[in-house]
Nanobody
Framework: QVQLVESGGGLVQAGGSLRLSCAASGRTFSSCTMGWFRQAPGKEREFVAA????????YYSDSVKGRFTISRDNDRNTVYLQMNSLKPEDTAVYYC??????????????????WGQGTQVTVSS
């Protein structure tokens, strides 16, 4: 079992930055692939970024590549999402998720086993 709690969301102007954190509890965190997803009002939840269990591999959606950076600290049981050059279209609830299959970086909502409650990010124009 992995319990996930996101923090760090808020209101920021376009062009600004935010850093999201996801604190995990449970002894299997360090063996999980971790991902960030987001869901805007009226839209489906979409993949943002993923990181392998040891931090050696990352993968990003095209919409955030070059602006967002995912990282993790297994000693602190935490995964991060650094978001730079934010745009109004980045406005959404952001969720972190854990995938027990550490062999791949997957992008499907259905691939992930555990989810946090989400944190709101609002980017004003």
């Amino acid at each position: 079992q992995v319990q996930l709690v996101e923090s760090g969301g808020g209101l920021v102007q376009a062009g600004g930055s935010l850093r999201l954190s996801c604190a995990a509890s449970g002894r299997t965190f360090s063996s999980c692939t971790m991902g960030w997803f987001r869901q805007a009002p009226g839209k489906e939840r979409e993949f943002v970024a993923a990181i392998s269990w040891n931090g050696g591999r990352t993968y990003y959606s095209d919409s955030v590549k070059g602006r967002f950076t995912i990282s993790r600290d297994n000693d602190r049981n935490t995964v991060y999402l650094q978001m730079n050059s934010l745009k109004p279209e980045d406005t959404a609830v952001y969720y972190c998720a854990a995938d027990q299959d550490r062999s791949r970086l997957r992008v499907g909502v259905w691939d992930y086993d555990y989810w946090g409650q989400g944190t709101q990010v609002t980017v004003s124009s």
